[in-house]
Structures are given as C-alpha cells and as structure tokens.
C-alpha cells in the first residue's frame, strides 16, 4: 500500500526538494534524539566503529565482527544482509544499508542488554545524510571507496563523497581522547580523506599505493585467497576464503582497525581464515560435472566490472554466463554502464529484473541495452533479454556446460523482489538450488571445497609462512 501511495502521488518527483528542505532536516534530527532517549542512549556503552563506502561495507562489518567477537568481547553488528548479536545471527529483511533510527536504536539497546562491549555498523550515505545515527558516539570510522551510487539522491559524486565524509567528522567532535580512522588510499576521495583530515591514531591501507597497511604477493582463485602485507617493517602472511582482490582491500580495513585498538595480528588471521565469507557476496554453488555458480551482491558499475573481471580471469576454458538487472527509481545513468560492463565480460549474457519498485520493468531493461553497440555481441557472445528474473536464471542454468562459470548478480542476499505489484518472495540462492536439482545435477558441498582449497594455499606457500612477533599498537 506504501508504495502504491508513493506511485500515486508521484513521490519520487519531489522527494529531493523536500529532503534538503530545512524543516525535514529538523524533522530527522528530533525524530533520531527521541530515539535515543526512548532507549536511554545505549551507543555510550559501547566502543562504536563505522564502516561507510560504495562497495564494500557489508563484509568489512562481518569480518570485524567475527574478530572482535572471537577475540575482544561479545560484539554487535548491523550490516545490509546480517544482524549479528554477540554468537546470535539475524537476517536483515528490511532491505536497507542504515536502518530507521529507532529500529537501529533498538538493536544498539538489546545488544547492551545482552553485554555487547562493541558495535560495527554499516553507514550509508542516506542514512548519514537523513542523521538516522544522530546520537550515537562513533569512535572509529572505516572508508571502503566511493564510486558511482546513490546520485538520484545525491545528485553530484561530490555530494555523496560529502554525505559519507559525516561519518569521520562524527568521530572527530566525539569528545573522546582518542580519534580513531582507517582510510583507503588506493580511492581518490580516501586519498583526500587521509591527507584533510587530523585523527589521533589514523592508519592507511592499499593493494597499489604506498600505504602504512599494504597488501603484495596476491595469489586469487574462485576458491580461495592467499596474500600477504606488511605493517610497521613487518611482513605477514594470511589465506582467506574470500576471493577477489576487492575482498583483500575489505580485510585489509578490517585488520587495520585491530591493529589500530590493538589486537594481535595473529590472532586476527586466525578469525579471518575462519571467516565462511556473507551470504550473497560471491556465494559459492558448485555441481560435480563442474558448473561453478555464484550468487552476488553487485549491484554498482564498479563492483559488477570488480566481480566480472575476477571471474573472466579465473573461469578458464568454459563460458561467463551472466544475469544482471538494475533496480527502478534509482540513478538511471549506471544502467547503461552495466549493460557495457556485462557484454564487456560475459560470453552469454541475460538482462533481466533486479527491484523494479514502481518503474515500468520494460524501460529499466531498455535503459541498460540501449547504448550498446553491435561491435560487443561477436559471434562469441549472446545477449537475451527476459524481465522475469526466475526465467532468465533458468535460461542461465539450461544453457550451462561443464567448465562454465555463472554469475547472478544484483539481488545478493534478499528474500524479497519489490514489483509493481509490491513486495514478493524471491531468493536467488533458493531459485537457483531448485533448478539445478530439477535439472538433475549434483550439488557438492562448496563449504568443505574452499577449506580444502584453502589448506592446499598455506601448504603450498609454507616456506614463505612468517612467524610475526606479538605487536600491539
């Protein structure tokens, strides 16, 4: 019924003028510090950090999660996919990066009554911009990148850089002795964040630029990752089952923020071995006559060219086969640019729905094909268009050989596809695991496959291993 309203009034129209206007601004604000006060400022028992970018934000917030809540003390995360609750893990249904300020507040609540000693929490650019944190004292903030996102709202790439630049000037009027910043140098805007702005204890990381955290020696696969970097004159080495060079720079933040509390690096790259990765980040279905299926949360131009290039790189002599969509009521100028960036690696590429909220299907589709040129589909590449999401996966399955790799991107984690209908259940995992058993293929146990891989990673560099001395900052 909300969203019919929305479409009725034609909400999405005005929406930016009344966003800035002065009194919604005050709106906001009260409405953030009654939240608060109704749940008695719980953010003051907690040592809070703030993770904010483009891309990136939701693993970062899981892999701190898993080592301050196996090292420090029990730990409350807020991320796009999960809640987590010290051991206690929820989905997050509500389909938003920042939760409503009283929803977050609650959280903040029922973790302090449950002795949550920290909290990570994910910090987009509207949430930032619409104060849902007003009230809440961060004492660390995490910058992942900024590429192009949210600019229906944003407007410019300079307003967003400058929404989520809120989160550091947050830490820097906490009034707490100690500033705490990790920033990304290897982003442009994170570049300028480093050099701009004065914190107590601020700690860069990179896998390209000079940096006080630095990543070198990458060794990637589908399966898993090897690496090392080094820190203050030390070298360390670390496997992950995380894959991608993008995922590196996302431990990289998280190890930057331990060192800088802390904590024994060592014992962080125990927790970030251990870590099984986040739901819908390049999430793993593997079947035993060899098609490799992963289900991903890009949904941005850079992080679908991040994902696709990594795949094309690692998906030897079989096809790429991609599903794609953009969502409706969104910044229309990255449509296209997934489009190109889908038949740019793709061998078989299928367009197809994301969320397309109130906004005709069809033009969404439209936006993404129309500035394609005919020079991109050769004789080795196909293009099909099929609104219907739970078709085009299907189409994507049926036409998968042996040695293919396929990637469903966009929907990541969500349960729910949001129509001109209204809201409906839709999983891609779940769409996924159905057709493939439908189509009689066997599915392998992708978990055991990557721990497998990952013992054959350390054993293979084990004469490489550094022993690195006990370091606390």
């Not at 599903?323 to 690696?345: F, H, Q, T």
């Not at 293009?383 to 999401?389: D, G, Q």
Request: aromatic fraction near 8%.
């Amino acid at each position: 019924m909300k969203k019919f309203i929305k479409k009725l009034i034609a909400y999405e129209k005005f929406y930016n003028t009344i966003k800035d206007s002065f009194l919604y601004q005050i709106y906001k604000r009260r409405r953030a510090k009654l939240a608060n006060l109704l749940y008695s400022s719980p953010s003051k028992e907690f040592f809070i950090i703030g993770v904010t970018g483009t891309n990136g934000k939701t693993t970062v917030v899981n892999i701190l999660h898993k080592i301050l809540n196996d090292n420090v003390a029990p730990t409350l995360a807020i991320s796009t996919a999960l809640i987590k609750i010290g051991d206690e893990e929820l989905k997050n249904e509500k389909k938003m990066t920042s939760l409503d300020t009283f929803d977050l507040q609650q959280l903040l609540a029922t973790g302090r009554e449950r002795n949550c000693k920290l909290a990570v929490l994910e910090a987009s650019s509207q949430g930032l911009d619409q104060a849902r944190f007003e009230g809440i004292t961060f004492d660390f903030a995490v910058l992942t990148n900024i590429t192009m996102e949210h600019l229906d709202y944003h407007k410019n790439m300079e307003n967003y850089a400058e929404a989520k630049k809120k989160l550091f000037k947050s830490v820097l009027k906490n009034g707490k002795d100690i500033k705490y910043a990790a920033i990304n140098v290897d982003d442009k805007y994170g570049r300028q964040r480093f050099n701009e702005m004065a914190f107590d204890k601020k700690v860069s990381f990179s896998l390209i630029n000079s940096s006080i955290l630095k990543a070198t020696q990458i060794e990637e696969t589908l399966e898993g990752t090897f690496f090392k970097f080094s820190y203050l004159g030390q070298t360390f080495s670390a496997t992950t089952q995380l894959t991608g060079s993008y995922n590196i720079a996302n431990i990289l933040a998280a190890l930057a923020v331990s060192c800088e509390i802390g904590l024994e690096i060592p014992l962080a790259l125990k927790s970030i071995e251990n870590f099984p990765g986040v739901p819908g980040r390049m999430e793993g279905v593997y079947t035993a006559d060899n098609i490799k299926c992963f289900i991903d949360f890009a949904h941005t131009p850079d992080g679908l060219e991040k994902t696709l290039s990594f795949a094309t790189k690692h998906k030897q002599k079989g096809k790429l086969i991609v599903v794609c969509g953009a969502p409706g009521n969104r910044d229309k100028d990255k449509r296209s640019l997934m489009g190109e960036i889908a038949l740019k690696y793709g061998d078989f590429v299928i367009f197809t729905d994301d969320d397309p909220d109130t906004e005709n299907r069809l033009k969404i589709l439209n936006d993404m094909s129309k500035t394609i040129q005919m020079s991109f589909i050769s004789e080795q590449k196909e293009l099909f268009i099929i609104p219907e999401r739970s078709y085009a996966i299907k189409l994507a399955i049926d036409a998968a050989q042996p040695g293919d790799v396929v990637i469903l991107a966009g929907k990541g984690h969500e349960s729910v596809q949001l129509t001109n209908f209204g809201k409906r259940a839709r999983n891609d995992k779940q769409k996924l695991i159905e057709l493939l058993t439908a189509a009689g293929k066997t599915l392998l146990n992708t978990q055991e496959i990557k721990i497998k891989h990952l013992n054959q990673l350390k054993e293979s560099h084990k004469e490489q291993h550094v022993t690195p001395a006990t370091f606390l900052s």
